[in-house]
């Protein structure tokens, strides 16, 4: 029993302990360089946009109060991250031309495919499901962008030729 009291203790402090190592928060205002400097986002689209891209798909994750327990935060933390690394939609305007296209095209597939918002996601916020009317929205204006791009740019500086 009191090995177990130790070990009860020691996992206390290593929580109390481990609650003052956060990861820098995902916060910025700065809208210089997203999607929208170059294409229209429709308010429907921000709307979606908002409700279900924009914590890991932007420079800008809005917290809910669990992110400040860790190692909660740290895993959030890791999953900004990596949506960032995807599609950062705050940072899209530096893309290449091909990277903005593919992008696009990527969008269309995996919300067409349910594959995002990811499902772990989708649990805790359930406001962030899409419905097949906001699927369709979503993949539309994606699908604009596309078409868009290919009207004003060469198809081979948006495509890699297949060898």
């Known amino acids: 029993m009191k090995i177990l009291k130790r070990i009860l203790l020691l996992l206390l402090i290593a929580f109390v302990a481990i609650q003052f190592v956060r990861p820098a928060k995902n916060v910025s205002t700065d809208k210089s360089k997203h999607v929208s400097t170059l294409y229209t986002v429709p308010a429907?689209?921000?709307?979606?946009?908002?409700?279900?891209?924009?914590?890991?798909?932007t420079n800008n994750t809005v917290y809910p109060w669990y992110a400040s327990v860790q190692p909660v935060s740290w895993w959030l933390d890791d999953h900004i991250k990596d949506g960032k690394k995807h599609l950062n939609f705050d940072e899209y305007s530096t893309?290449?031309?091909?990277?903005?296209?593919?992008?696009?095209?990527?969008?269309?597939?995996?919300?067409?495919?349910?594959?995002?918002?990811?499902?772990?996601?989708?649990?805790?916020?359930?406001?962030?499901?899409?419905?097949?009317?906001?699927?369709?929205?979503?993949?539309?204006?994606?699908?604009?962008?596309?078409?868009?791009?290919?009207?004003?740019?060469?198809i081979d500086s948006l495509v890699r030729k297949k060898n």
Do not use: F
């Not at 429907?44 to 798909?57: F, Q, R, S, Y």
């Not at 290449?96 to 990527?106: A, C, D, G, T």
């Not at 772990?120 to 916020?125: C, D, G, I, K, R």
């Open 44 to 57: 429907e689209v921000n709307t979606i946009l908002t409700k279900a891209c924009n914590d890991c798909h």
């Open 95 to 154: 893309y290449s031309l091909r990277k903005q296209y593919h992008k696009m095209e990527e969008v269309i597939e995996q919300v067409k495919e349910k594959e995002m918002p990811l499902n772990s996601y989708t649990w805790v916020h359930g406001d962030a499901k899409l419905t097949e009317d906001e699927r369709v929205a979503l993949t539309g204006w994606a699908q604009s962008v596309i078409d868009t791009m290919k009207a004003h740019y060469p």
